[in-house]
């Protein structure tokens, strides 16, 4: 590579992960920099593959910032069901962009059609496409919630989601077993008390949420 290139021109060894493009050899690269960083020995025999596992690790893990998530709610059925439809207990593994340490937990995702219906193994996908790349909770609760509204235009639509973030766990303030927990409520569930209250206990939360 010519000694004044941008660092991002040689794109040629990028490797296809799944359907996304991670450029592993320079994920590589910088790992071999954090080992050196903290006085590791890169090369000893026990971290010689190290670099281009994390690599790998970091890439499954990011995936989803070369995804659209939303083109798992182009699929629609026509339906005439006006009651909700919930999907509880989502597991997710998302990134603190903050630490690039990893938050998990657990997703509901709800909505109140007026006739376009998804597949329930498509709100599962939308999760996985919003957690997979650097993220901050609070966002991720809004996109899903956000992208349900803008292409299904539900009556309403919610997701509450509540994860341990490793970043206070095994750091920092060490708060060990502790429970972040995000919602983000739109339309009916928003405006209407009796709604919001209603989804909210079939996620098994109380009305004491704020929105
Ligand atoms: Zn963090």
């Known amino acids: 590579m010519p000694v004044n290139a941008p660092d991002d021109a040689d794109r040629s060894d990028a490797v296809e992960l799944k359907d996304a493009k991670v450029d592993l050899p320079r994920i590589e690269k910088a790992v071999r920099e ?82 376009k219906v998804v597949g329930l193994s498509k709100l599962a996908r939308l999760v996985e496409g919003y957690a997979r790349r650097p993220q901050v909770q609070e966002r991720l609760t809004t996109q899903i919630a956000d992208a349900l509204m803008e292409e299904l235009n539900p009556i309403g639509a919610a997701c509450v989601i509540e994860a341990t973030h490793t970043c206070m766990t095994i750091r920092g303030a060490k708060k060990h077993g502790s429970t972040m927990v995000t919602s983000a409520l739109r339309g009916i569930f928003k405006e209407n008390p009796s709604s919001r209250s209603e989804i909210l206990s079939l996620m098994h939360y109380g009305d004491g949420m704020k929105a």
């Open 34 to 115: 954090i080992l050196l960083a903290v006085g590791e020995n890169p090369d000893r025999e026990g971290l010689l593959k190290t670099p281009n596992r994390v690599a790998r690790a970091y890439g499954e893990l990011m995936a989803g910032l070369q995804d659209e998530p939303r083109r798992h709610l182009k699929t629609v059925f026509r339906e005439r069901y006006d009651e909700v439809v919930l999907l509880r207990d989502i597991e997710f593994h998302s990134l603190c962009e903050h630490h690039l340490l990893p938050f998990t937990g657990r997703a509901h995702v709800a909505y109140l059609p007026d006739g």
